[in-house]
């Protein structure tokens, strides 16, 4: 196996992992916003897919834009989310966010589960890119805004926007201008590692009816993990990561009436390992005796092989739009091709098979039998054994509509979706020596278990998937003040899909499946506008998250019991959520201070929660019956000087199951299945979570500005997944001695000095601040940042192998870093 390729990048072309910066402004009498806030009147956004302003949109929307997103610390997706009410990412490390808005998420999503899909829609203007794990971690650079739609969109957004829609608005080619600008970062870790980037965008005339524009980066984010070696080394700073890229975008406006924008992005991101904090390693622990005794620290790992995420991502995409004078007509053409390869070190995984594989293939499965044999040495049980985790993907989607234009007493739009997915799975364990292990014990080698040579787990999926839809909705402005909007979706999609597993862990099948569904989501808006300054709004509107298919168990890795409560769901079906929300829009004294508050409750159905099936290594989507979110969330924004800014916002969401998921085990018990209870909370989203900033700008002579913006975020505990919250789930315990959810202690090494090792499965609340101080001109800006103040190490995640008897960890931000950044305009 070819490993992941590492490029060598040089310290000052490096990431920003955040870097807050203002926007490049002519400086005035009035200086300019410190945070770079714009005053929410002037803000248009397209959140209904025609041009309006914020404060004018119907619903909840939050469009920050780059300048505001920079000046927050923010320089990814996941930093962005902790400045937005009601938005929360989990943070599997680069390329690997997993999103929620208003609490509603169904658990974090595995590396190995494909057929899993979104539950928020992510576009890149017009063109959906969203992956339920793999969302592409694109740079927020050279963004007219960053929009977050709140609630249900299924109605024009479709599939995957269930409970919400994130769209990155990039700033497209400008006719008859010539402009551009430049800039250089470096940063340093407290870890001690380097890092920065370097940024440009031009955007060039072509005679007066056309004009290109380029956009070009190079970043390097420092490490700031150690990951421990088998014989005590430290090899420092691992998961340092490069990501390279760009955008090209043609404006060629054919006549008065015709314009084309032809469009192609592209980036690559290479990581050289994994965000990751082990707390429990069967390999590197202080509890063994005949085995040497291991204790990790903060910020680090254990690691026998390298580990790292190589992410291709192309993305071509067309526009057109067509004026018909009292109508337009819009086509948007996408392709995406997207090739991730995900390695791990996975030693610990399958050296805690190979220490205690069954001695007996359970009953009533085809499984090779597995005749009695002597215990596995160390150096087995320490084979390299380096997990690789494959998807390519190529996605076509073409959606053309109609929409009415300027101002009439109905506005309205309908238009046609389509979309073909074809997706190519695959995980290999390559784990050199392993047939001569497997044949000394009497296991038939990998060839003939349908795995390429010592290989003990080897799969290979592929899906078809094919979605089409219909959508309408138009707003009846009865009078200046009244307002209804209804809207309506039919869709429908097919997903077919092909598998085979071998390997002694996976042996042995060959299947395929499928799974089809169609419906309806509507939607139905009320408002009145007091004012125009206040505006109030009620709207009911459903979502809706596709249904797919189960990976079968690698059985010969199950006990009884699993085989029982995981078995026999070859598929799941459909989410479908329906949201209830009042909002009101307010701006007052001279519009300096703007408030927006919206109260939300949401019925989930058929919920898609994702479950560890006990100690098959595998997982398993069952469907929750119902569940519910019900919250508030708020956003003050005050400039009550030419000199200073304020902003507060917040969200408070409780979102529990209110059915449970029951199964008999192999006694006849009534049980629950992995936490799937009613009362408990739905994972990945905390209750609380809030942000508040402060800026001050004054202006200098020769028409410079100093100005500082300091941010605070804040955001409240959660869980990963629902099985994280069943009584014992924090414990590892020799057999015998915990009761509950406790997993299994593994003996290797032993006689272990311990029979309870114990960890908190929730994840804790965490505190984050970000500062930045500048200098700026018209033309150009100096500024030094600080994020992470207080050098934090927040738990983001819960990351474990086999059920936490191999592995327990946890994912981790970024440590504290220290930064100036440059940049220049012409």
């Known amino acids: 196996m070819t490993p992941i390729r590492r490029s060598v990048a040089e310290p000052s072309l490096a990431v920003l992992l955040a870097l807050p910066f203002a926007p490049l402004v002519h400086a005035q009498q009035v200086p300019p916003s410190p945070t770079g806030t714009e005053a929410p009147e002037q803000v248009v956004v397209t959140a209904q897919k025609r041009a309006s302003a914020l404060q004018d949109v119907p619903f909840s929307v939050a469009a920050p834009s780059e300048a ?98 994130l769209r990155y608005i990039t700033n497209a080619p400008r006719l008859g201008v010539f402009e551009g600008n430049v800039e250089a970062t470096g940063d340093a870790s407290t870890t001690g590692d380097g890092g920065g980037s370097l940024r440009g965008m031009v955007n060039l005339p072509l005679g007066t009816v056309a004009a290109l524009r380029s956009v070009l980066y190079k970043d390097h984010a420092p490490g700031f993990i150690d990951a421990v070696q088998p014989n005590g080394g430290l090899n420092k700073n691992v998961n340092s990561a490069d990501r390279e890229g760009g955008r090209i975008a043609l404006l060629w406006k054919l006549t008065d009436d015709l314009t084309l924008e032809p469009r192609y992005v592209f980036q690559r991101l290479e990581t050289g390992g994994y965000p990751r904090v082990d707390l429990y390693n069967i390999l590197a622990n202080p509890y063994t005796t005949t085995q040497p005794a ?17 992410d291709l991502f192309h993305l071509a995409d067309l526009k057109i739009d067509y004026d018909l004078g009292s109508m337009a007509l819009t086509s948007i053409t996408s392709y995406t091709d997207r090739a991730v390869t995900v390695l791990r070190d996975a030693t610990q995984l399958s050296g805690s098979v190979t220490f205690d594989l069954p001695s007996t293939c359970p009953a009533g499965t085809t499984c090779p039998p597995f005749p009695h044999f002597p215990p596995a040495t160390p150096a087995e049980v320490r084979l390299n054994s380096p997990l690789y985790d494959r998807t390519n993907l190529s996605v076509v989607s073409e959606e053309v509509r109609l929409a009415s234009t300027g101002k009439a007493t109905i506005d309205w739009l309908g238009g046609l979706f389509w979309q073909h997915i074809d997706r190519h799975y695959g995980q290999d364990l390559p784990t050199p020596g392993y047939d001569a292990f497997s044949t000394s014990h009497a296991f038939p080698p990998s060839v003939q278990l349908a795995a ?31 307002g209804v909007t209804l809207g309506l979706r039919y869709y429908g999609f097919e997903e077919s899909r092909t598998q085979s ?75 479908k959520a329906w949201n209830y929300e009042v909002g009101a829009k307010t701006q007052f004294l ?14 989930i159905y058929n919920l898609q929660a994702t479950t560890t099936a006990g100690q098959c290594s595998s997982r398993i989507v069952f469907n929750v ?80 500005d100093l100005f500082g913006v300091f941010t605070v975020q804040y955001v409240g505990s959660s869980f990963s997944q629902f099985e994280q919250e069943q ?54 800006e100096v500024a030094g940042f600080i994020n992470n103040i207080w050098d934090k190490t927040a738990r983001l995640a819960l990351d474990y192998e086999r059920g936490r008897s191999a592995r ?3 994912l981790t931000n970024a440590a504290r870093l220290f930064g100036v950044t440059a940049r220049y305009s012409f």
């Open 501 to 575: 597993f071998g390997g002694l862990f996976g042996c042995c099948s060959t299947s395929s499946g499928s799974v089809n569904s169609n419906g309806f989501s509507p939607r139905a808006i009320v408002t009145y506008k007091l004012t125009n300054d206040i505006l109030f709004d009620a709207q009911v509107s459903r979502g809706f998250r596709l249904g797919g298919i189960n990976d079968p168990l690698n059985i010969p890795l199950c006990t009884a019991t699993d085989i029982q409560v995981f078995g026999g769901h070859p598929t799941w079906r459909d989410e």
């Open 727 to 780: 009584p014992g789930f924090g414990q590892i315990c020799t057999p015998g001695v915990c009761s509950g959810a406790a997993a299994r202690l593994i003996q290797f090494g032993g006689p272990l000095t311990t029979n309870r090792i114990t960890f908190n499965p929730q994840l804790p609340s965490y505190t984050l601040g970000n500062m930045r101080l500048g200098l700026r001109s018209d033309r150009w």
């Open 68 to 165: 505001q997103i920079r000046n927050s610390g923010a320089d990814n997706i996941v930093d962005l989310a902790r400045n937005v009410a009601g938005l929360s990412i989990a943070d599997l490390g680069p390329g690997q966010s997993q999103i929620a808005i208003r609490g509603i998420s169904s658990g974090q999503v595995i590396r190995d589960q494909p057929g899993v899909k979104e539950q928020v829609g992510v576009y890149l203007d017009e063109s959906p890119i969203s992956v339920a794990l793999f969302t592409p971690d694109l740079v927020l650079y050279d963004l007219a805004r960053f929009e977050v739609l709140r609630g249900p969109q299924g109605t024009l957004f479709g599939a995957g926007s269930e409970s919400g829609t």
């Open 625 to 704: 019956p119902t569940a519910h979110s019900t919250g508030l969330e708020a956003e003050l924004f005050a400039r009550p000087t030419a000199n200073w800014d304020f902003g507060l916002s917040a969200t408070w969401v409780n979102a529990v199951l209110t059915s449970t998921v029951t199964t008999k085990d192999t006694a006849g018990n009534t049980i629950v299945v992995g936490g799937l209870q009613d009362g408990n909370r739905l994972p990945t989203a905390p209750k609380l979570q809030a942000v508040a900033s402060i800026g001050y700008t004054q202006p200098l002579q020769s028409g410079r």
């Open 452 to 482: 390429p040579p010592d290989t003990p787990f080897y799969s290979n999926l592929s899906y078809k998937f094919r979605q089409y839809a219909a959508f309408g909705e138009g707003t009846w402005h009865m009078t200046d003040q009244l």
């Open 808 to 810: 327990v960890a946890y």
């Open 590 to 603: 001279d519009r300096k201070v703007t408030f927006n508050a919206s109260a939300f409750w949401t019925e």
């Open 294 to 310: 291991v204790t990790l620290g903060d910020r680090q790992q254990f690691t026998q092989q390298q580990e790292g995420i190589e």
